[in-house]
C-alpha cells in the first residue's frame, strides 16, 4: 500500500499534465454541484 501510495506521488511529479487534468475534472464536478444545489434552492 505504501510503495503504491508513494508511486503515485511520483506519478503525479512526473505527469504534471496528468495533476492539472484532475484538478480540472474536479473543478467541473464541484461546480456542476454548486449549480444544482443552486437549482434546487431555486425551485
Known sequence: M?????GVGVGYQR???LAAAWA???????????QAT???DTQ
Not at 505504501?2 to 508513494?6: C, E, I, Y
Open 2 to 6: 505504501s510503495k503504491n501510495g508513494s
Open 24 to 34: 480540472s475534472v474536479s473543478l467541473r464536478i464541484t461546480h456542476a454541484l454548486i
Open 38 to 40: 443552486n437549482n434546487n
Open 15 to 17: 505527469e504534471p499534465t
